[in-house]
């Protein structure tokens, strides 16, 4: 088992298909980049032990980008977005997962 990516290519999302606002395609760009510097090399063992020794400094990083809480409300820390526009954002749709 090597680590590195599970995937050989990445299909074009098409944004304007999936109905997102702008504001959800730079959210789903964003991700989308994190997750490929962040777990790119690490997706074969990912994906063959479904282990990742430094999940604790990545859900941190994911904290400091906002992304948990995200439906919450501001005043707790979240970023208020509504249930029915964060199930427009898949994982799948993030370009990763």
Sequence with gaps: MTAGPSRGYWAPIDDTLLGLTEDQQQLRETCHKFFVKELDEHAGVLDH?????????????????GLLGITCPA???????????????????????
């Excluded at 032990?49 to 980008?65: E, S, Y």
């Design 49 to 65: 032990t479904n282990t990742f020794d430094d999940l604790r400094p990545f859900w941190k990083k994911l904290g400091d980008m």
């Design 75 to 97: 005043e707790y820390g979240g970023s208020e977005m509504t249930y029915s526009a964060f199930k427009k954002l898949p994982s799948r749709n993030f370009g990763y997962f």
